[in-house]
């Protein structure tokens, strides 16, 4: 059997936003696909403690963070927090924005005062922002920015109403992270995320396949936002949800039915991982 490495991200593609609970159909081809050989990995922008839930259903591994920290079992295989000097550049300078900010240590995310409020002020939006808006909502282990205690963090998600807000940010840290704004087609905010450039979606996967002595053709990747992007183009088959981002479909090598119409199952039988019970 030729095995491969498979990379799933969560919001909107493993799960409906901002949800811990993966249809049936999906954890099932999850379970024929490893019981045959294949490794699965959860490849997120959340940090470790927020996919805690979801690694409970059997997973590899991940690559959490977006990339900033990578780990199968208790190996960790790539670990890279902002340093302090970045850490407080970069939150001083949202702050004089008027930036909303949440940020994310490896055990705990936290977010500013008023977050839930702008949240219900904007309209439409993306997988990400309907899962911030439900993480808050719902109170998924996102503490106040006053009980941050200064332990090492690994990104920066920030909502805005206007883009100049972001401008001295941009200008100042640029060169060293990227500003990842979402698709918001409807919505009347910014949503985006800073990001360090030592690291992506994609290298996360590249340091899994090298700790497997995998090659790259044998990895596949289902995402569904332009956050998925370095990883569709790193896996040797990339695939998008239907209910995902148009932009992103340009990038894929074939579209996948939606989250809530069993996509990952779709996806798995389609590629041969997992043959599933008909119904």
Known sequence: MNRKLIFLDIDGTLTAPGSNEPPQSALEAIRIARAAGHLVFLCSGRNYDMLKPLLAYGFDGAVASGGGYVFTGDRVLYDCPMSDEQRDQALQLFAEGGVLRTIEAKDGSYCDAGMGEFLQQCSGGNSELLRWRNAIEKDLGIRPMSEYDG?????????????????????????????????????????????????????????????????LADTIGIGDSMNDLEMIQTVGTGVCMENGSPALKKHSSFVCPSVENDGIAWTFSRLGLANMPKN
């Open 151 to 215: 332990r090492p963090i690994y990104k920066v998600v920030f909502m805005c109403a206007r883009t100049e807000q972001l401008a001295p940010a941009i200008r100042e840290l640029e060169k060293d992270f990227y500003f990842l704004i979402q698709d918001m087609a409807g919505a009347n905010c910014l949503n985006g995320e800073l990001i360090n450039r030592k690291f992506n979606k994609g290298t996360g996967i590249a340091a899994a396949a090298a700790a497997f002595g995998a090659d």
